[in-house]
């Protein structure tokens, strides 16, 4: 007889290590251990979820435990993913498994929770009221009606926190015992119970009453119908139905079902006939698919038709039997994009992002796990879709800055499209009408291929602009008026010829800087170092970035004046002044703060669409991709809102955003014209915006970042230092700057390959009671990067990183402050 051939896993712990670990499968394991499937492990004297990333046949590691559970019944991930999250961990320098567990739907993981329970003493001395504080009786009382019980939901139940000190004593007396437990994640697939007959022959039907013979019919028709349905057809189904199991008749099953996310019903379309510069697009990219890694980059200006150019490359992708996901940015484009497709592709398609309730979530990753689903869409998270085949990955709106995620692995979602597709031989597609400066780069360094639509669907002029400059506009300051007379001019005509209006500026709420009359200060926000802004609905100062917030009532915290001037714009202010002024139109506003609830979005655009809004006031949310053709005047109230950012892409965000809103307009078959009012007519962003001229943009840009060695021309590696004690924090950022220092002495390579510029106080000098500084390590070579990143993280936890702070590595940084 052969030996039992060992078994081990390569496992990757959602702890924060860097290394994985390799176990032994215990023979009744082995069975179930597959890659993508997550497992219980002992690390040091505790235990952990992890996630199996490879079966290796052997392993050098000395000492190796066993694994105690498999937790899953199918993985959660496909193989040809394992390498894809080693990549990631290794770039963006972060722990393996904390990389997958943030890619994972959450909600799954398991957690070890101390349960408590009464012993026999414990009820003894309870019955005798024997000496127990009052609140030690409280806990024996309530241990003893429910069980053992988490320490978390006792003190839930007793709402008062219970500390180790008291449990202890507790068990230290021998009147509980404590344990610690598993407990399963919170989201597990949903099931249903549903009715089925019992015996293959149709029972006979003499002697039954006319219900049941009903619910037999229904089911000799359907074969199956699901509990909850019935008994809603027949209110007293429920004790019947358990007198026809018990009589031999039915048969109650139980299984699966998926949540459903996705709202109305939509029709089917057919394709429309493609352009000619469609065609031409269209063809190459169906000529890359299924023939290895390639990434193409479609610089198409607005109204061109880049969606349509996107579906018949899935449809390509999906007729050679691979599969796609489609990127974008935000979650308001998502259920525009997601109809179209829907509409197009009807129900293999998913849904991935951060509006879903962790159940609709986890049953959508579980469609794609089980290829019911051949495409996912969805925000940047969505590039972690666990598709085996993938065969092409859209990008849509590649320079949007959301695709960046700034906390935890800060990965970038577009950059991650190209490593995929590399890793998985696939075309990425990179699409946009104002492509990022990095892309655009890559096309001109032939690292990318470059597509392009230069003509708008039938034709339609792209929209005029007008620059207005603000500095000549003295009455308009002295009023406070957002809009000049122009385009109170404009948008009258507008309005006139029932069409639709879109005023755009990037800030909301009322006053962004308000401040004293008194003393002059302005409103500042208690754990940042930032102003507060004053929102009129909430009559309050609120932080954006901490959500602090207090009543206007308070007024001046330096002074105590009570009296605070609104001043600086938002566009809680500019609804209230277009109300104002055009008191029969209908105004919309649409930002962060009026669609914070759920459907709220959805409930605008489609007022939107079926024209019952007549003016729409909104941030950057409004500024892209979305499609409504009666929009023939786009208001832009202040250009410069972005323009003085102290980030080397200040310049890019504003052409970005300006030729964006602008290409809102004139999308049907009225033309558009465009308002941008400004302090700065003459800046090139501005200008370049105003006449959608791309190349011109990219080669004033590109000349600045050469001379300054800035991406695309070198690459950034940030190191963020947080701490909440000022003092304790910049020593932290000097010594660290020191090591930099000396690390780079030891390396002549590193020495000679990145620049180290810092330690300074971040922009932003505090936030949400954090004092932060930061490195800035700058170099043509990624190895030399990674490499300093690496050891001053290695020494800095080693040495130097006081208990209080934090060091945080993000590469290629995209929010500098
Ligand atoms: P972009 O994303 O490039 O700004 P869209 O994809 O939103 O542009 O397309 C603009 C409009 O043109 C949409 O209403 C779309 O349905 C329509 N369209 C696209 N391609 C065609 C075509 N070949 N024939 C007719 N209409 C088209
Ligand atoms: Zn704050």
Known sequence: MTRFKKVFVEVAVALPVFKTLTYEVPEQLVSAARIGKRVLVPVRNSQATGYILDLPGETEQEGVKQVLDVLDEHPLFPPSMSPFFRWIADYYIHPIGEVIRGA??????????????????????????????????????????????????????????????????????????????????????KKEKYVERATKTAPPLEGLSGKSREILSMLEGRGEIALQALKKQFPTAGPLITKMVTAGLLRIGEKEVYRDPFGDPIHRDSPPVLTADQASVVDEIVQSVGQGFRTCLLHGITGSGKTEVYMRAVAAALDKGCHAVVLVPEIALISQTERLFRARFGDCVALLHSGLSQGERFDQWMRIVRAEAKIAIGARSAIFAPFERLGLIIVDEEHDDSYKQETRVRYHARDLAVVRAKLDNAV?????????????????????????????????????????????????????????????????????????????????GFASSPTCTSCGAPVRCKNCDVTMTYHQGANAFRCHYCGHSFPKTTGCRVCGNPRVKPLGLGTEQVEAQVKAAFPEATVARMDRDTTRHKGALLRMLKDLRRGKTDILVGTQMVAQGHHYPNITLVGILCADLSLNFPDFRAGERTFQLLAQVAGRAGRGTCPGRVILQTYNPDHFCITTAADQAYAAFYRHETAFRKSVMYPPYARLVQILLTGKDEAQTARFAHELGRLCQSLQKENPALAKDVRVLGPVAAPLSRIKKQYRWHLLLKGKSADSLHALARSLKAAAEQAVRPADTKLIINVDPVDML
């Open 428 to 508: 990425a597609l990179l699409g946009s009408a104002t492509p990022s400066v990095q892309s655009y780069f890559n096309v001109q360094t032939r690292r990318y291929h470059g597509l392009r639509l230069d003509k708008r669907i039938e034709n339609q002029a792209l929209p005029e602009v007008r620059i207005v400059d603000l500095r000549n506009d003295k009455e308009g300051r002295r009023s406070k008026r957002l809009f000049t007379a122009e385009l109170k001019q404009a948008m009258e005509e507008t309005l006139e010829r029932k069409e639709q209006v879109l005023l755009f500026l990037n800030r909301r």
């Open 104 to 189: 994972l739907p959450s909600g799954l993981n398991a957690t070890r929770v101390r349960v408590i329970g009464i012993t026999d003493c414990g009820r003894a001395v309870l019955s005798r009221r024997g000496s127990l504080a009052a609140f030690q009786t409280d806990i024996l009382g309530a241990l003893e009606k429910r069980g053992p019980v988490a320490v978390r939901a006792l003190a839930s139940v007793l709402q008062r926190e219970i500390s180790c000190h008291v449990i202890n004593q507790l068990e230290g007396k021998g009147l509980v015992f404590t344990e610690r437990r598993i407990q399963k994640g919170r989201v597990c697939p």
